[in-house]
């Protein structure tokens, strides 16, 4: 079985920053692409930043020069550091990966976080 568990959420002022993790566990053989997604009340949920399992990123434009995605290969964990953050950015953030069971299926299959609530006040 496999879980991902998200942490480092919390309150925040406008301005101020946060560093979220999450760290895949269990039996797994190898991740492959891992993925920050967000969603605010009454809004869809919504792609951050990805990473692939080579280092390539990519953030949505929004994103773009306030957040970094980077991982640990070693520990399976993704991080999200979020600088000068935005009442707009209010949300619950799910992490998301690609994971390989080391017991079966045999095929990548696509995991959730339960998320972490991020609040930006103004």
């Known amino acids: 079985q496999v879980q991902l568990v998200e942490s480092g959420g919390g309150l925040v002022q406008a301005g101020g920053s946060l560093r979220l993790s999450c760290a895949a566990s269990g039996s797994i053989a190898s991740i492959n692409a891992m993925r920050w997604y967000r969603q605010a009340p009454g809004k869809q949920r919504e792609l951050v930043a990805s990473i692939t399992k080579g280092g390539i990123t990519n953030y949505a434009d929004s994103e773009k020069g306030r957040f970094t995605i980077s991982r640990d290969n070693a520990k399976n964990t993704v991080y999200l550091q979020m600088n000068s953050l935005k009442p707009e950015d209010t949300a619950v953030y799910y992490c998301?990966?690609?994971?390989?069971?080391?017991?079966?299926?045999?095929?990548?299959?696509?995991?959730w976080g339960q998320g972490t609530q991020v609040t930006v006040s103004s």
């Open positions: 998301n990966a690609d994971v390989l069971p080391k017991y079966g299926p045999f095929s990548y299959r696509d995991y």
